[in-house]
Antibody, heavy 124, light 110 residues
Framework: QLLESGGGLVQPGGSLRLSCAAS????????MSWVRQVPGKGLEWVSG????????YYADSVKGRFTISRDNSKNTLYLQVNSLRAEDTAVYYC???????????????????WGQGALVTVSS | QSALTQPPSASGSPGQSVTISCTGT?????????VSWYQHHPGRAPKLMIS???KRPSGVPDRFSGSKSGNTASLTVSGLQAEDEADYYC??????????FGGGTKLAVL
């Protein structure tokens, strides 16, 4: 099970930290990703991290503004989102990769479990 | 990185088969056997239906199948059922460009 939290309303230029609490599997053995969906639009991969946490990857649209991290002792995935823009308004999903390695952090084996999502609204 | 190209909509009657295409480039779909497909009912978590072009996860009905030819991947749903009505997204590993999703296809069961 994956459970996101930390979403909400934030002003342009503001920051948030999204969390994803994992249970039911050995968290450290799997890469994780964040995927978002702008209301009425399609899915967009945002960021991925390998099982150990040493390798991180970002979409060009968020590079330099978002930071993915994980605490394997707490079975939790994070996404620090800074310098938020209106176009970052979306439902943010955490998703589990099919293995631990770096290409699994980028969906090579698909994302086999997803959370219910956390809504981030960027508006003044 | 441009999104993969999917038809915006597809439809079929119960019991029929429908195929959804997903066209990319040699840098994503055509370059790797790492295409996955997701079913998304609005308001619910997306569900993995196919991984690595044609692998069906446990619990996914065998009515769902995937294939690839060149830069185009396809998802076929056979024996359409009412509960198959949903949005479907393809996704590909894209090397240094990381990950790219398709724009999504709304499947209607008439």
């Amino acid at each position: 099970q994956l459970l996101e939290s930390g979403g909400g309303l934030v002003q342009p230029g503001g920051s948030l930290r999204l969390s994803c609490a994992a249970s039911g599997f050995t968290f450290s053995s799997y890469a994780m990703s964040w995927v978002r969906q702008v209301p009425g639009k399609g899915l967009e991969w945002v960021s991925g991290i390998n099982g150990g946490g040493a390798s991180t990857y970002y979409a060009d649209s968020v590079k330099g503004r978002f930071t993915i991290s994980r605490d394997n002792s707490k079975n939790t995935l994070y996404l620090q989102v800074n310098s938020l823009r209106a176009e970052d308004t979306a439902v943010y999903y955490c998703a589990k990769g099919g293995c631990s390695n770096t290409i699994c952090a980028r969906g090579s084996q698909g994302f086999d479990y997803w959370g219910q999502g956390a809504l981030v609204t960027v508006s003044s | 990185q441009s999104a993969l190209t999917q038809p915006p909509s597809a439809s079929g009657s119960p019991g029929q088969s429908v195929t959804i295409s997903c066209t990319g480039t040699s840098s994503d779909v055509g370059g790797y056997n790492y295409v996955s497909w997701y079913q998304h009912h609005p308001g619910r978590a997306p569900k993995l239906m196919i991984s690595e072009v044609s692998k069906r996860p446990s619990g996914v009905p065998d009515r769902f199948s995937g294939s690839k030819s060149g830069n185009t991947a396809s998802l076929t749903v056979s024996g359409l059922q009412a509960e198959d009505e949903a949005d479907y997204y393809c996704c590909s590993y894209a090397g240094s460009n990381n990950v790219v999703f398709g724009g999504g296809t709304k499947l209607a069961v008439l």
